[in-house]
């Protein structure tokens, strides 16, 4: 096994380090986990947590959770029948040997939950999955589906180069949603854009 050391950073200059031993040809993910709040935030920001790093034999992946992403008037709005969409911005860079960053992978993802009053039910598509959508009676559980990121592929293990630097930077945003004209005009719906995460970064030599 090779030491892999990384760092997770989050705004305001909180970070925590951590190091732990990546086996690259391993076929099961060797993790390394960060699960730890920012008290500035108030009970209705929303933040990430639970991130999780882990690799294939091929592959490294992402995991992480999404908390408060869904305040009273978002969740009024689905029960309404508005489909409302959740864009994962992740990104990978080559950190070390230059003044500048080499962008390695640019990902954006999207989760969206939909809700039928007829049949009582939410539909929480998430495309990047490949697989059908979700349907469920719960809320919880449909919450559940649309805050949770997991097996999401980086970049394949080639692409990293051994004894280099890199960083990971991670965030979640509603995304912009096409409303229903009659509310087109409605001001306070313009919060709506204002929901989204801080930028998270994670550091590590591979």
């Known amino acids: 096994m090779r030491p892999l050391f ?10 925590l380090s951590v190091l732990f031993l990546l086996q690259l040809m391993a076929p099961f993910p060797v993790w390394s986990k960060y699960d730890q709040r920012d008290d500035q935030h108030d009970d209705q920001h929303p933040v990430l947590t639970d991130i999780k790093l882990a690799n294939t034999r091929d592959d490294l992946l992402i995991y992480f959770e999404i908390e408060n992403a869904f305040p009273p008037k978002i ?4 029960e309404n029948g ?10 990978l860079y080559r950190t070390g040997g230059s003044w500048l ?4 992978t640019d990902l954006d993802i999207q989760s ?7 049949k009582q039910e939410y539909t929480v598509s998430r495309p990047w999955k490949e697989e059908k959508p979700a349907v469920t009676k719960s809320f919880d559980e449909a919450r559940d589906w649309m805050t949770s990121v997991d097996n999401l592929v980086v970049t394949p293990l080639t692409e990293l ?5 890199y960083q990971i930077r991670i965030r979640a945003q509603l995304t912009r949603f096409t409303l229903p004209f009659a509310l087109h005009y409605v001001l306070f719906f ?3 854009w204002d929901i989204k995460t801080d930028w998270y970064i994670i550091n590590f030599t591979y």
Do not use: A, C, R, W
């Open 190 to 192: 313009m919060s709506f």
């Open 6 to 15: 990384m760092q997770f950073q989050k705004p305001m200059g909180l970070f």
């Open 82 to 91: 508005i489909l409302i969409p959740f864009t994962f911005h992740v990104s």
């Open 101 to 104: 960053d080499k962008k390695i």
């Open 161 to 165: 180069v051994k004894g280099e630097k």
């Open 75 to 78: 969740k009024q709005n689905i």
């Open 112 to 118: 969206s939950i939909k809700y039928n009053s007829l």
